[in-house]
């Protein structure tokens, strides 16, 4: 079993499971251990492919991809609160195309060894787990052979990327914005692209660091264009231009004043730290550099691009860093985007909530960001 706690790049073993159930329990999992053991060898060497197909097909299968083109139109909004949860299924078709990288995410520190295919590897090919997937409730998993039950509880345990679903995007979108061009300074896992081809929106531009999302925003392209192909109908098609630079480096020329709309979840400094070069935190590390060096200089950027009466949306959360100290990046960006823009209105996203034991109060029935919504006068 690994020793989690032990923050270094490197999967450092801390006991066996039978030694470590011995040591801090005494229930049916001793009697049980070589059953345990047996079934447990089935799932991750003799039968380890049926395994992986169920976590793809689990996490990973996207289905008939035209049905990710036609998104219906519901009413998310109660109050000032929008719902995220709805229809989050269409996410399936971005973990599909970018899983490599999103799943190779980081949270808060470079040598966090926590993000899932790390941890597929070392369970593959190494057999080991982290102490809590040998509690009672996982052990008794796979006393039954209950893979999808396993899965569930290792990815709850691994360092995932947040995916903004675009559903909601599409929503926002349609019903506090106006206008055919759109910008946004990062791709969001291509999630705002695809919320995009469900609108009447007609131009689409974006930039982000990490290439494969990039490329894979000529992959969802593609499969738009494939959707609308029909000989009994001429469809107006949208226009795409993703750029592989950050957002504080885009080259505006060209592009002064020429949008209807600037939206986006940017990142929130150091929570996530993705698998490529460039990415904000590596260019300023620290905070306050951050906030000039990236986050202002992106805002003036989306300023100086964005038609006068037009809107900038973004969303944000306050976080816990890795000492457990709350990181106040909601306010803060706020002031710096109030330097700029006026602020038209606030509201609240609520996305999924999590009932788990350990699971703050605060989150139990739900996970809040703020949605602030600008104006250019």
């Known amino acids: ?21 011995k ?40 289905g008939d991809i035209k049905k990710y083109f036609s998104m219906g139109t519901d009413n998310l909004l ?45 369970l593959f090919r190494d057999f080991k787990i982290r102490n809590s997937l040998v509690g009672p409730a996982f ?33 926002i979108l349609e019903n506090f914005f106006n206008g ?18 469900n609108t009447t929106w007609e131009e689409f531009v974006g930039t982000d660091v990490i290439p494969e999302v990039v490329d894979n925003g000529k992959v969802l392209y593609d499969y738009y264009l494939k959707t609308i192909d029909n000989k009994f109908f001429d469809f107006q098609k949208q226009n795409v231009k ?17 949008f209807d709309g600037v939206l986006f979840s940017p990142p929130y400094y150091n929570l ?11 260019t300023f590390p620290k905070y306050e550099d951050w906030l000039d060096g990236y986050w202002e200089t992106t ?8 038609k006068k009466g037009k809107r900038f949306g973004f969303l944000i959360r306050d976080y816990l860093d890795r000492e457990l100290n709350k990181v106040r990046i909601s306010e803060d960006m706020k002031k710096v985007v109030e330097k700029y823009f006026v602020l038209i209105d606030v509201y609240q996203v609520k996305w999924g909530a999590r009932k788990l034991a350990r699971t703050p109060e605060k989150m139990r029935n739900g996970n809040y960001e703020n949605f602030y919504l600008f104006e250019k006068k």
Request: charged residues 25%; negative net charge; hydrophobic residues 35%.
């Open 78 to 122: 109660k109050g000032k609160v929008i719902n995220g949860i709805a229809k989050s299924g269409y996410g399936r078709l971005l973990r599909n195309i970018n899983f490599d990288k999103m799943y190779r995410t980081k949270k808060l520190y470079h040598d966090d060894k926590e993000f899932v295919i790390g941890m597929m590897e070392v």
């Open 272 to 282: 996530e730290i993705y698998d490529s070069e460039h990415q904000s935190i590596d």
């Open 242 to 258: 993703n750029y592989l630079c950050p957002s504080e480096k885009f080259d505006i020329n060209g592009y002064e004043e020429y």
């Open 299 to 306: 805002v003036s950027k989306c300023y100086d691009v964005l």
């Open 180 to 197: 055919k061009k759109l910008f946004c300074p990062v791709l969001g896992w291509n999630s705002y692209q695809l919320a995009f081809h």
């Open 139 to 171: 052990f008794k998993g796979i006393l039954n052979k209950d893979i999808n039950g396993f899965w569930s509880a290792f990815m709850m345990t691994c360092s995932t990327p947040s995916v903004f679903n675009p559903y909601t995007f599409k929503f």
């Open 1 to 21: 079993m690994l020793d989690i706690s032990i923050k270094t790049s490197e999967y450092i073993v801390k006991n066996n499971v039978r030694d470590f159930i």
């Open 23 to 62: 040591e801090n329990s005494n229930d049916y999992r001793l009697d049980k251990i070589d059953e345990f053991y047996k079934n447990f060898y089935d799932m991750v060497v003799t039968n380890r492919e049926e395994t992986l197909d169920i976590w793809f097909n689990k996490y990973l299968d996207s």
